[in-house]
């Protein structure tokens, strides 16, 4: 069955300091990855996807993720946090059956990440 | 562009009500989602569409929850009869049909049951 790993319930990370939100997955075929951000009262945010290509994704605000398929990872990163990073953040992998595909997601149980100035 | 628009923001009724949450999906997306979230079980997935046609409802947690899609530009979840136990966040989202790119949410309904 397919899943989404988000070992982490929260990060805490200074700010201006490298910050690594992680995220595994298990799905059958190729996997299509996505990132969401999720501000208090306010629905999810996409940030970036990785669906083919290059394994380093670049989305919004600065973040990216590093697609690893022998670790079945998609990792988000991003260089310098920002206080106004704190929020909760998504990883999802697009569901598959039969061999096939849906346009469901599967989502990960999020992580909190706490941006401290 | 206009995104996924809910409605009402909030909604506090009493145990028993009935409660007719509202969704407008952006325009043009085939694909139409509602998700619950609470802190106990996170974001669950309720019940999806594809082009007005409901194809996966096997989140719906009872069959007091029902949903319509009756055009592209609409759709309800409604609870019939409400209970405190369905307080949650309730969310709306939509994409294309070529599961290459995301889905989009709206902000979400905050229900109260009382």
């Known amino acids: 069955a397919q899943s989404v790993a988000q070992p982490e319930d929260q990060v805490n990370v200074a700010e201006g300091n490298p910050l690594t939100v992680k995220c595994t997955y298990s799905?059958?075929?190729?996997?299509?990855l996505f990132w969401y951000v999720q501000y208090p009262n306010r629905g999810l945010q996409f940030l970036l996807k990785?669906?083919?290509?290059?394994?380093l994704v670049k989305g919004s605000y600065g973040f990216e993720a590093e697609f690893n398929k022998s670790q079945t990872s998609f990792h988000l990163k991003k260089p310098s946090a920002l206080v106004s990073d704190s929020a909760l953040y998504f990883c999802?992998?697009?569901?598959?059956?039969?061999?096939?595909?849906?346009?469901?997601?599967?989502f990960g149980t999020g992580t909190l990440l706490a941006v401290q100035p | 562009d206009a995104g996924v628009i809910q409605s009402p923001r909030h909604e506090v009724t009493e145990m028993g009500q009935e409660v007719t949450l509202r969704c407008k999906p952006i325009?043009?997306?085939?694909?139409l989602f509602w998700y619950r979230q609470t802190m106990m079980r996170g974001l669950e997935l309720l019940i999806y569409?594809?082009?007005?046609?409901?194809?996966?409802d096997s989140g719906m947690p009872e069959d007091r929850f029902s949903a319509k899609m009756p055009n592209a530009s609409f759709s309800t979840l409604k609870i019939q009869p409400s209970e405190p136990r369905d307080s949650a966040v309730y969310f709306c989202?939509?994409?294309?049909?070529?599961?290459?790119?995301?889905?989009?949410f709206g902000d979400g309904t905050r229900l109260s049951i009382l």
């Open positions: 325009s043009g997306h085939d694909y």
């Open positions: 799905v059958s075929g190729n996997p299509y």
């Open positions: 989202a939509s994409s294309d049909n070529t599961g290459r790119q995301p889905q989009h």
């Open positions: 569409f594809n082009n007005n046609v409901p194809i996966d």
């Open positions: 990785y669906i083919t290509g290059d394994n």
């Open positions: 999802a992998v697009r569901d598959s059956f039969y061999g096939g595909a849906t346009n469901k997601l599967i």
